[in-house]
């Protein structure tokens, strides 16, 4: 089974503008994303999925693979024309704005479809339960809710479930926006057109329910910083400073 990651990167970012060419340490956020996800061993390529000549040039100046792809509305679309011509069966989508992510989390993602012997799950993705009321209530932390079995049964950026009635055991997770798909499901998904519900929540993977396609969720308790506005840069170097 051949496994590749593929970091989706565009540079006009709608909250901060070239955030993944942003200095973190002595390289920029987008190259210190690239080559941890490189040191994690786990991949037998990774590729840059990028529409930016600057990005490009970037990872190509670090020795690293780079794809250039048109313009796209979501990640998976564009690392769906990214991976269209290149052989492989498992297809990990890291984001770009995650410099930080651990060997750990990547490892489950990838463990579900070994045990996937009928080849029933389409993709997997990460969780991470929250505790806190704002964070929950946050519009920004995508949530979702499983089934029993752990697969998804939707995504919000509404509260959800929503506590009419406060339960002890009812649980919060935010969803974390790491993939891993079968290539096959991938191709599938950008011949898709977007649907009502994706096209309210700009949530991209509301798209592979709303066509009967199962998300397999993983829960994990890594805590990475993605960085969306200028405040989580600043938060990013703090914990590089740090050594964390």
């Known amino acids: 089974m051949k496994i590749i990651a593929v970091i989706p990167a565009r540079y006009q970012a709608s909250r901060f503008p070239g955030k993944l060419m942003q200095v973190l340490g002595e390289k920029t956020v987008i190259a210190t994303t690239y080559q941890n996800v490189v040191e994690t061993g786990l991949f037998d390529e990774v590729f840059v999925a990028t529409d930016s000549e600057i990005i490009f040039k970037e990872i190509i100046k670090i020795g690293g ?5 048109g313009e796209h509305e979501t990640g998976s679309d564009r690392i769906a024309e990214a991976v269209r011509d ?57 949530k979702v809710i499983t089934d029993n079995d752990g697969f998804a049964l939707y995504f919000s950026r509404s509260v959800i479930p929503y506590p009419r009635e406060i339960h002890p055991d009812v649980a919060y997770f935010k969803h974390i926006g790491v993939y891993a798909f079968r290539k096959n499901a991938l191709l599938n998904f ?55």
């Open 65 to 69: 693979n780079a794809v250039m792809t």
């Open 190 to 244: 950008a011949q898709l057109t977007m649907k009502p519900l994706e096209i309210s929540e700009k949530i991209e993977c509301i798209r592979y329910l709303e066509y009967g396609m199962k998300i397999k969720m993983i829960e994990t308790d890594f805590v990475g910083v993605g960085i969306d506005v200028p405040e989580d840069l600043e938060k990013a170097r703090a914990i590089l400073s740090a050594g964390i």
């Open 86 to 142: 290149i052989e492989c069966d498992i297809v990990v989508n890291v984001q770009g704005d995650e410099p930080f992510l651990k060997t750990e989390p990547l490892k489950q993602l990838i463990s579900v479809f070994n045990d996937d012997f009928e080849e029933k799950i389409s993709l997997a993705s990460l969780k991470i339960q929250l505790k806190n009321k704002e964070e929950i209530e946050n519009p920004n932390n995508v």
